[in-house]
């Protein structure tokens, strides 16, 4: 390289050096602040990852070392009834729990999001049912409620229906109950709501007040849009969630996603198959499996986002 | 579209003058029926909770018995019971946890948020790749990446400590709370930080300065969170933690469970009941927190 | 430049974690155990169990100077998702509570020590009784030691049987008797009381079932079922007539009991109940009325269907460093007589003559009528069949559902015999 391309070189970078010595600052800036999720991601949870989609083609039972089995898991998925119909089940509980507990915390978060009287003992009464996770206790609860002679049942038989079935013991109905408790713990979706709402500038409504909107007006053309980022974000964690969903099953079920299957979460079964059954390389393929297909439906909620998700820039 | 209209109107700061003494009866009642919708709705929701409380006073076959909660044979003794039950007095169990808890919260709430900022608002290489990473991290069940974790973390010699629990917080391994954080500072104006950029912050000044005071509620939101979860999750700490001396409250709380013998139900429930008090007290003390975000930065 | 100098920088960095963390991950199943001074022993079970096992660790470690051991507990269920991760990290506990139900899938996988050498020298299991004494062993290497005497039993709930105006059975009873006596009861209390629990989801009860038909359960190299499909399907079809006729609770009664405390007998929806003679304390603990226990029914001529042995044992890891430290412990938890009476009755009847000598149980409470029934067994009772093969714990979870599946109507017994056939290949053969 000659002193006069060297020279022709500097000189234009120095043409562009305020822009380009920006936009590396940013991405210096960048960096810096993600450096403790790439080391989480590098050191924590992609090497785990990795060695799972290992597993997934190998036969591993947990206590000898995996051995390669090829496509053999992911023909066995194929025909393994059992994990079908969790599948199916799973399915079902998303589709009818996500919705039902998205509609009612959001509404319940505009409710309470101002305006009334003692709204804080309101909100933690609500969130209550969500601070008890999967503990023990709700198994048994769910059993007093739903079960042959349960609160339900004597309520009914109150009203004179006799014959209700046992609600949590019984194939057609056990389903429910779960789809039921998933409900009763909106709690954690209405707390994001509220504070997607609590982040919405006053200001906006002031000006909407002066503009002489109506109530319904301001909820379309504000809230609404300006919470849509949130609202997005619950419907695209509930989704993954409600497809994950693990402990009130194995809670409720006492671990056998029964009776009869009709409690079998897709990760129930496959936590059954991993941990007693020791075939954790089945197990992984199962898991792969799905995260293909939660990875398509979040694509997919993305995509759809365009359309509807307002975003202030 | 309105909300372009509406900000034209960033400089209006008075209220409107409107006829109150005509709408206030009909405020009123409305509020009064909206106070026993909220309050019916509550029972309901607290029904199975009274519940609980009353079984930690009942013996074991009344627990399964008895489906009201009204109580006519008062047992204490459940509360003794529990709290002596195991090799060590239930309250070691309780700092136990709450040491977790508050390692697991100090770790989101500062890793996640950092995350957060540089995917919400900063231009680099690789930011829609990483990104989508982030999220497929969310997605796997952790049942099966939690042998390798295991291994990984036995290795290290952390087995039996809290830094399993607690070191990989600090490392943003919870995507949710990032991406959670993401939506938040994408609804937080621009103008609001470009204003800062212009007054000469760097980015770490505004992230510190203007954005974080900003998302006040989605902090609150994580740490209730993360504390909620923290103190209910079962199997990383069963995992992790071996000698008893290190168990957490949920891990103790299931030592009070037997499948082939007697569960000692009413200690169970008992002990229940005072694992979710601090739960409740963090959620009440929490929740004043997302009532402040920008709304009390905007014009009153 | 310094874009490119940051990007290899971090891709350098990457590659590096990575191949850490498959370094670390894949050099476990190399195997080797970090070792200490100390021991470490596993047990499942409630917190009674927990409080005895605590106190006698104490005590051993207090008479033995230098020794320490630390114990470590879980719930059933929990016990073997920890104990199988540990397993994979070869970081199990030198001295581990093993179930019958997991035992051939850890010894028949190299998981635990062959303790044969011990035995009779650092491990007495001379004053045991037979079956108990015979149980741990595979292919003739020993990988556990029996911790209690087990077998299986009916309890009777005499009080609410008269109470509906029937007879208790005799011990001379056949599954034929059985079907009709519990289908009277059902149909004279209006289907309030039934005469039995519904069992058709119990593969531990088939199993005598099976035996008492002159098979086994399964072939002696636990590949494959022994006991035919036509046997399956008439096991269900059996128990389908008696839930038909009230002789045991709707199919939902049976599906809501998952523990002792909503079990049929306990809340009064049934008059008899079959289980493992143990359990009779905890469902006594549970009821007002009292319960006896009588042997299972059998076939007019059937063959000895019961038979004694152990279903819990302690083990030894294969990765312990410390094998005879854990010998040692195991021998004092079988034999030393502070830990016999500190244990009493907590991990179920006691396995050897001497230990139940020792505690002199009052014979009329539930934990001496269990000592009794095993005593008494007698001819009734023959050889145990051979540990459990691999996987039966699923081909068990199966059996539940399969019954499950019937009870509600979803298959018939044949379908559900010709399903639990062909998938039971699948199992057993992997």
Redesign the interface.
Known sequence: MTVIDELRTLSEKTGRRDKSSAA?KE??AA?LLLLPW??GL??VT???M??SLYIAFTDY??????HWTGLHNISRMLSDPRLHNSLRVTFEYVVVSVPIQLIVALALAMLLDKGLRGLPLYRSVYYLPSLLGGSVAVAVLW?QIF??HGLVNQLLGHLGIENA??W????STALGTLIVLNVWTFGAPMVIFLAGLRQIPAIYYEAAKVDGASKWRQLRSITLPLLSPIIFFNLVLQIIHAFQAFTQAFVV????G????STMFYTLYL??VG????Q?GYAAAMAWLLLLIVAALTALNFYAARFWVFYDN | MTISSTRTAHTVSQRRETPRSSTRRLKTARGFGRHCALIALAIVMLYPLLWMLASSFRS??D??RLSGILVTHFKTGNYGKGWN???FPFGLYLINSAIIAAGAIAGNLISCSMAAYAFARLRF?FKRTLFAIMLITIMLPMHVV???Q???F??M?W?NTFLPLIVPKFLATDAFFVFLMVQFIRGIPRELDDAARLDGCGYFRTFTRVILPLMKPALATTAIFTFVWTWNDF?SQ??YL???NVYSVP?AL????????????G?LFAMSVVALLPVFAAFLFGQRFLTRGISTTGIK | M??VF??RR?LG??AM??S???L??C???GGKS?GSGSL?AAW????????AL?KVLAHYQSTRSGQKV?????????Y???L??????R?SPDVMRMSMTYFT??AG???LLDMTKYIGKTIDISTMEEGVAGSGVVDGKRYGVGQSSIANAVFVNRELIESVGAKVPTADWTWDSLASWAKAVGQSSNGKVAGTSDQSGHLELFEPYARQHGKSLFTTDGKALAAGQDLVEQWWAYWQDLRAGKGTP????T??A?????DPI?TGKAAIDFGWVQQI??LQ??MKQELEIMTIPNLPNGKPGLYVDSQDMWSIAATSTNPDAAAELINYLVNDDFAIKTIGV?LGVPPSKHAVDLLSLEPKSPAGKAVAYVQGLGDKAATPPPPWP??Y??LS?LF??IS??I??G?STPSKGAASFYSQSKQ?LGA
């Open positions: 590396a991405e210096r960096y790439i080391i590098v050191g992609a090497g785990p990795l060695v039972n947990l206590i000898q070392a995996p059993r079960g042959d079935p046992a949590v013991s019984d194939p079920s006492s671990g056998t029964g009776p009869s299957d936590y059954q941990f007693n059954n020791f954790m | 074991s076959d627990i399964f039950g195991l090799k290489r939690i042998v390798p295991y291994i990984l036995s290795r010699g087995l199997f069963l995992i071996t000698a008893p891990v299931r030592s009070f469970v037997d499948a082939n013998g007697d569960t000692s139900w200690p | 310094s874009d940051s990007r971090f960095l990457s974690g990575l850490t963390v498959a670390s991950a050099g476990s199943w970090s470490r499942y079970g409630g917190d009674a169990v927990h409080t605590e630390g114990g470590e507990h879980a719930a059933f269920a929990d073997w998702s920890k199988s991760t540990e397993t994979a990290a970081n899938d850890y996988r190299g998981a709707a199919a939902s009664v599906a809501a998952t523990g002792f405390e909503t306990v304390q905890f603990g549970l907590v691999k996987g714990s699923q979870t539940t559902k499950q599946d009870g509600f979803r199992i």
